[in-house]
């Protein structure tokens, strides 16, 4: 299931972050009620969206379905959960911002899950161990 999740992130954040670069002639009014009610079904729109195209390369990697519509279901959760701190911010912004958190999140989920499920022992888990001697004076030619 984290592999889902990582998956989700790796495909979303590239998409997020080239639409952002995307010019728009959009010069109109930022401040007031409708400027605002725009940005927020932007979000959600821009939300839905990147939120199928991710699904749809999941399923063409083959991930099972239950795991594609949990993903996607956790790249909304996501995105609704920072539309507040996101409000005055463009849909696209938002998007870059979410799948980007969205991304590290996951890595950082499934680094400690790998690091805890591959069974190390307590010295290993918590510093590497050195498997070769390092060089000596003597040894050199």
């Known amino acids: 299931m984290l592999a889902a999740l990582l998956l989700t992130g790796i495909v979303a954040a590239p998409l997020s972050s ?23 079904v932007l979000a959600l729109l821009g939300t839905v969206v990147l939120a ?11 991930t099972p379905l239950t795991r594609v519509l949990v993903a996607g ?12 701190g996101t409000r005055r911010w463009n849909a696209r912004a938002h ?11 996951a ?10 499920a591959s069974h190390l022992g307590a010295a290993s888990t918590g510093r590497s161990r ?6 000596t004076w003597s040894s050199r030619p």
């Not at 890595?107 to 805890?116: C, H, K, P």
């Open 52 to 62: 199928a195209i991710v699904a749809g390369v999941l399923r063409m990697l083959g």
């Open 95 to 105: 998007l870059c911002w979410v799948s980007s958190v969205f991304l590290f999140v």
């Open 18 to 40: 080239a639409a952002l670069f995307l010019s728009t002639d959009h010069y109109g009014r930022s401040a007031g009620r409708w400027p605002a009610v725009r940005r927020f």
């Open 130 to 135: 050195r498997t070769t001697s390092p060089p």
């Open 107 to 116: 890595y950082l989920t499934f680094v400690l899950d790998w690091t805890f």
């Open 73 to 84: 279901a956790a790249l909304i959760f996501a995105s609704l959960v920072w539309l507040p």
